[in-house]
């Protein structure tokens, strides 16, 4: 278990808090490029890290990222005109390029230069594999992007969906570093149902191997087969949101970021992607994203009001009680919802002082203290947390197989994981259909 005070230290992201500030040392994935679609298009209400923001396209087409409040009274420029190379609020019509700096002032006399005093609060974006990112740290110039090898593939080598959970970051961060959880939650009751009911290994006791890295850290999580081979799951957290879980039987690559909204709102962008060719059908449903429109409500125009999913708290997740006592062990339909749900049952922010943690949760535990040392010593120190200065270090990838029995999964899998081959490790179907 943590503290309490361990457990304010994960879990609070708002400014001037440990870990809100090491958030802010990294560019975070803040909306979708196709949400602003045009030059001079319909602003957009954004929240980030606990801060209500205005986001604008430009008429040349870049991008701005804005507090909400006008300089002047207040106002949200959220109503603002979107014009002429910057946003303009409509209540005494001052105007803000996306640098902040107020352009006009036609409330002031023409002689006045009161304007060329006023600077807004703004953050640097930029747009990279169909994707808005924001930097809202303190350099004037932000670090380098990280180099996520999905960034750098054609368009049909990859996909990014969206969805909002109603929760703390970290406790749905968790889910993805928490390997035990697989045959349970997500679990099909019999070994000779389809896999598309779920997954399924007579193994649930995972034995863990946890290696730190230089970018955060990966595991290898073993199980032993029926024919002198031993099953692998590797997964990878890298500093401060990043994680892959294993790969798909066909070389896709899964992950997830987790953009912490504020203290109890986590928008979770799913990525799956393949090194070697376009995406294929089979895994991309697998995994239960990419139905756009048919999974979440429509969208509002509140700092909290896109990519809602349809299956949540209010529904219960569209649970199916019959599902669950003759097919499955949840009876949720589908991968995402079993997640979610699990994460926001939880609470908006879990009491981690109530927990009481085994052996197969050593690298939620691991995870977890990384990140508090990592906080601490940027607010102590100033010390510049792993990975900032270092976007090389992002280009890693997660695996699954089978190996020989005692063969090291750092030897097996190495070269596949860090790119050095895209030869797709041999993947056991049977236990990893998902």
Known sequence: MLSASDNEMLTRVGRGTPMGDLMRQYWLPAVQSAELPD??????????????????????????????????????????????????????????????????????????????????????????????????????????????EWTELPEDQFVVTPALRACNWMQALEGDIDTSHLYFLHGRLNPDDSPALGVYHQDRHPHLEIIHTDYGIVYGASRDEADATTYWRITQFGFPIFTLFPMNDDGGVPGHMWTPL???????????????????????????????????????????????????????????????????????????MQDQAMNESMGAIYDRTNEHLGTSDSMVIQVRRRLIRA??????????PPGVDNPEWYDYRSASGTLPKGESWIDGFGDWIYGRSNVVPEVNLRVTER
């Open 262 to 336: 504020d203290d109890t709102h986590t928008l979770v962008w799913t990525v799956i992607w393949n090194p070697t060719r376009a995406k294929s059908d089979w895994a991309y449903s697998s995994l239960g994203i990419g139905r756009g429109d048919r999974d979440h409500l429509e969208n509002t125009t509140e700092g909290l009001g896109r990519w809602r999913m349809r299956a949540n708290k209010a529904n219960d997740y569209l649970i199916d009680r019959d599902l669950q006592r003759t097919k499955t062990f949840t009876g949720i339909p589908t991968i995402p």
């Open 39 to 148: 030059a001079d298009s319909d602003p957009l209400r954004v929240r980030l890290l606990g801060e209500d923001l205005i986001m604008f396209r430009d008429t040349r087409g870049k991008i701005g990222l804005l507090a909400n409040s006008c300089s002047h009274r207040g106002a949200s420029l959220f109503y603002g005109r979107n014009e002429e190379g910057g946003l303009r609020c409509v209540y005494h019509g001052w105007k803000y390029d996306i640098t902040g700096q107020c352009l006009d002032m036609p409330s002031e006399p023409a002689e006045s230069n009161f304007k060329d005093k006023i600077k807004a609060r703004a953050y640097p974006c930029t747009e990279k594999a169909g994707m808005i990112w924001a930097y809202m740290g303190p350099r004037e110039t932000p670090p380098e992007m990280p180099h996520f």
């Open 375 to 384: 906080a601490a010593e940027l607010r102590d120190h100033g010390t510049i």
